[in-house]
């Protein structure tokens, strides 16, 4: 664990260079951004994690891509939330998630701008610099703050663009209300912190969840897909995060 929050803390030099510097913005589709800084980010960490963990396969959004395989395995997120980052709020974060023999391992998301390091291993809770985090104990769901994200696609999908108005429409009457933070990683771990009571998103990517999902079920959460069946990380229509209170009837509703 050490180790490997040297190496992140390392990386997040990197990531706030870029984050208070002019930096060479490109578009990888109508609305998904990637910046110089998420590549260097990227190859800092895949070289690093390479030389303490050799035996281990990499998973990393910007090089590589495609495996959808998990067995000594580390996801990463260079940059979750470059929306945030090129535009300078600061909720965006460097998210690594480790797998052993294929089950969750370590969970670590980090926020260099906000000081804020959340992390977890398997069946020692969840943490954010040190101090142990939980999940809120609301039951209420009109009392919950609930957070949700905007897929790329619904540039062009009319299909993903309905289903986020639908869902607005059924969440939103019936909650405290709804917050659009720009990071699922950082979603994920507002809700391990308590902050949220839930989060959904559809068209998540493994390395959006996968650091997030850790330290959520460390931290008391409840992570499904839209059926409430064990997440997929590779392919889900949905993703359900929550207090574990609220689930099921956010659930029902998104449904
Ligand atoms: C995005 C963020 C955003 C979510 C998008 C993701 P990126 O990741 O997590 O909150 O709504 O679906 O793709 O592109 O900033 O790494
Ligand atoms: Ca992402
Ligand atoms: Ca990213």
């Known amino acids: 664990m050490d180790d490997i929050k040297k190496i992140i803390l390392e990386a997040g030099e990197i990531f706030k260079k870029g984050f208070y510097n002019l930096k060479n913005v490109s578009f990888k589709g109508k609305k998904d951004l990637v910046t110089e800084y998420d590549v260097a980010v990227e190859n800092f960490l895949k070289d690093s994690f390479k030389k303490v963990l050799p035996d281990y396969t990499i998973i990393a959004e910007e090089s590589s891509n495609d495996i959808q395989e998990i067995n000594n395995t580390i996801i990463i997120d260079p940059i979750d939330g470059t929306t945030n980052f090129v535009n300078g709020l600061p909720h965006c974060a460097i998210s690594v998630a480790i797998y052993k023999d294929g089950k969750e391992h370590i969970g670590a998301v980090y926020l260099p701008i906000l000081n804020e390091f959340f992390y977890a291993k398997k069946g ?102 839209i059926n409430g069946k064990e997440l997929n990380i590779f392919e889900h229509k949905c993703l359900i995060a929550s207090n574990g209170e609220i689930h099921k009837t956010l659930i029902d509703i998104i449904k």
């Open 124 to 225: 020692e809770g969840a943490f954010l610099n040190d101090e142990k985090i939980s999940v809120s104990k609301e039951n209420d769901f009109q009392k919950s703050l609930i957070a949700t994200g905007f897929p790329y696609t619904c540039g062009e999908s009319e299909e993903d663009l309905e289903f986020i108005v639908d869902r607005i429409k059924r969440v939103l009457p019936n909650c405290q209300d709804i917050r659009r933070l720009g990071s699922a990683a950082v979603d994920l771990c507002m809700v391990s912190k308590g902050v949220f009571e839930a989060y959904y998103e559809i068209g998540l990517a493994s390395w959006d969840l996968a650091g997030g999902m850790i330290i959520l079920k460390e931290a008391g959460g409840s992570i499904s897909d």
